[in-house]
């Protein structure tokens, strides 16, 4: 029999322990089971690298991230039930750790809607457009070219004078991987606009979208550029303007905010990868401007950020933890009671 203490709840936890009980993460806390499946790929990913020279000490930085998972229990204020929430970690915070991307995503969309209710009290009658600008597939060895350029046209595109009125935008840089090996970068970009954006001369339409960005990338020939109005959704009577908006903007925030490349087009092709890996170097992959220019915080990143990416946890810490370690041998994590911290 397994007893963890929580002077929180000012009683104690009795957690059973056998060969025959199931002691994993997933078991535990089933919310969690993302954690198996992002780590799991990120050995994969690690494991490429480890066979080239060139990039072990990155497969060693990867090995060792989030190898011990600490939570601690919250109660749910709606249910009074008790749950497991994460509250340390250590992470490698290599660009293509696909565990790190995950709590990074996961850290930008929470600090994006926490800084929602700002921006609305700001811009109350703000409108969102989420935007994707593409170009042809290059060829792997040519993709930090091919972004340099792409980055150029983004600062033309800023300068134009039908982008001027937008608030504020944040813009992120995605690369998937072609089915003959080519490397297809994209942009996606988030941008907030008065109403007056969708009146008369002012608005935008495809077409014109299609063209500025032709004009601006130098291209000499028509990209493909998608443009959606983010639709505000009717209020529901308990609901606030804020939390309309959030909802609204729930699918822009998660296509703008993801991976910068899919963990399957990492693992498709090793050499693609690497080359990859070599091409985008040094390169930063999400810049923000206007009224949104602060809101991600994109400099501010610590082994608590990542770890609390999940939103901010209701209710008092006692400090206790229970800790699980991940078992490479069988991809999953799994209960290691020596690592388990007391309440303070």
């Known amino acids: 029999m397994e007893v963890f203490a929580s002077s929180k709840s000012k009683n104690i936890r009795y957690i059973e322990s056998s060969p025959e009980r199931d002691d994993s993460l997933t078991h535990y806390s089933p919310k969690d089971a993302p954690w198996d499946r992002h780590r799991a790929q990120t050995d994969d990913v690690a494991a490429i690298y480890a066979r080239a020279a060139e990039f072990e000490r990155l497969a060693a930085r990867?090995?060792?991230?989030?190898?011990?998972l600490r939570f601690g229990w919250v109660d749910d204020p709606e249910t009074g039930e008790s749950r497991l929430r994460l509250r340390e970690a250590r992470f490698c915070r290599v660009r293509y750790c696909t565990t790190c991307q995950w709590r990074r995503t996961l850290m930008w969309q929470a600090r994006f809607y926490e800084s929602l209710p700002s921006l609305v009290a700001a811009y109350p009658k703000a409108r969102w457009i989420f935007l994707t600008l593409t170009v042809r597939n290059c060829e792997i060895t040519e993709l930090g070219d091919t972004l340099t350029a792409m980055n150029a046209a983004w600062r033309r595109l800023a300068a134009r004078r039908e982008f001027r009125p937008v608030l504020g935008w944040i813009r992120t840089t995605e690369v998937t991987r072609g089915q003959d090996g080519t490397a297809h970068p994209h942009f996606h970009a988030l941008l907030m606009v008065p109403p007056s954006w969708?009146?008369?001369?002012?608005?935008?339409?495809?077409?014109r979208w299609v063209e500025l960005w032709q004009a601006c990338a130098r291209l000499d020939y028509t990209p493909v550029v998608d443009v959606r109005t983010v639709k505000p959704l009717k209020r529901q009577p308990d609901e606030t303007t804020?939390?309309?908006t959030a909802a609204a903007l729930q699918g822009a925030v998660k296509e703008t905010l993801k991976y910068s490349t899919k963990p399957g087009d990492m693992t498709a092709d090793?050499?693609?990868f690497l080359e990859l890996t070599r091409q985008t170097h040094r390169r930063r992959f999400v810049a923000t401007g206007g009224a949104l220019k602060d809101v991600l915080k994109v400099e501010q990143e610590s082994d608590e950020d990542l770890a609390l990416a999940d939103g901010p946890a209701a209710g008092e810490d006692d400090g206790?933890?229970?800790?699980?370690?991940?078992?490479?041998?069988?991809r999953r994590y799994r209960r290691f009671p020596k690592a388990d911290k007391g309440a303070e």
């Open 270 to 272: 090793e050499s693609w």
């Open 198 to 207: 969708f009146k008369g001369s002012a608005y935008v339409k495809h077409a």
């Open 62 to 68: 990867m090995s060792s991230c989030s190898g011990i």
């Open 320 to 330: 206790a933890r229970l800790a699980f370690s991940w078992r490479r041998d069988d």
């Open 242 to 244: 804020i939390e309309a």
